[in-house]
């Protein structure tokens, strides 16, 4: 059974810094696909980062460029996102996402994803 837990949320001040992790047990890391999506209050879920194994092609949302960076650690099966220069418009609930498969710029698909993490809340608010 692959199972996702995420860890790394919490309270941040606008222009700071988090870094969340989802480690990634029942799973191998030959041909995958990972991704990190976001879901505010009122809005739908959203993809913001992903890698897809094929290529190790990663893919950012614009609204996140340049301020988040996932990477995946394989032999800790644990894939990270770091988030830093924090806006209180990146307040949301994060997922960390799995797909036992490549997915090359289909990555960026929630709907193509098996697997997925509890969510942990991210808030950003001096």
């Known amino acids: 059974e692959v199972q996702l837990v995420e860890s790394g949320g919490g309270l941040v001040h606008p222009g700071g810094s988090l870094r969340l992790s989802c480690t990634i047990s029942?799973?191998?890391?030959?041909?995958?696909?990972i991704g990190w999506f976001r879901q505010a209050p009122g809005k739908e879920r959203e993809g913001i980062s992903c890698i897809s194994s094929d290529d190790g092609s990663t893919y950012y949302a614009d609204s996140v460029k340049g301020r988040f960076t996932i990477t995946a650690d394989t032999a800790k099966s644990t894939m990270y996102l770091q988030m830093s220069s924090l806006e209180p418009e990146d307040t949301a609930v994060y997922y960390c996402a799995a797909a036992q498969r490549s997915l090359g710029w289909r990555c960026r698909r929630q709907d193509m994803y098996d697997y997925w993490g509890q969510g942990t809340q991210i808030s950003v608010s001096s």
């Open positions: 029942g799973f191998t890391f030959d041909d995958y696909a």
